[in-house]
Nanobody, 124 residues
């Protein structure tokens, strides 16, 4: 299984970026595809997720209303549209996949597969 994240970069506060995560190597029925992020000196945290079967979406409170997760079934790709970016959004962003369970979909321990991170830097 491969998860290939891309789309990071440097942007000014208030700007936008779109991250992509191309998934391959298996079918993901019954899975959730998540984005996590890790800022320097901080623990990796859940950002957003999308359930493969029914497109249900989930967001951390810190990004609700600013970030939108979506999925292109034809490309097996998950996107994270990030708007109104803030300096505190600066982090390495990782995509991950795990079997969907309502009590674990947002946990690092709930993920089975991880992609390499992509750096997002928001300048003030």
């Amino acid at each position: 299984v491969q998860l290939q994240a891309s789309g990071g970069g440097l942007v000014q506060a208030g700007g936008s970026l779109r991250l992509s995560c191309a998934a391959s190597g298996r079918t993901f029925n019954g899975y959730v595809m998540d984005w996590f992020r890790q800022a320097p000196g901080k623990e990796r945290e859940f950002v957003s997720g999308i359930r493969w079967s029914d497109y249900s979406t989930y967001y951390a409170d810190s990004v609700k209303g600013r970030f939108t997760i979506s999925r292109d079934n034809t490309k097996n790709t998950v996107y994270l549209q990030m708007n109104s970016l803030k300096p505190e959004d600066t982090a390495v962003y990782y995509c991950a996949a795990g079997r969907y369970y309502s009590d674990t979909y947002y946990l690092l321990s709930g993920m089975n597969y991880w992609g390499k991170g992509t750096q997002v830097t928001v300048s003030s």
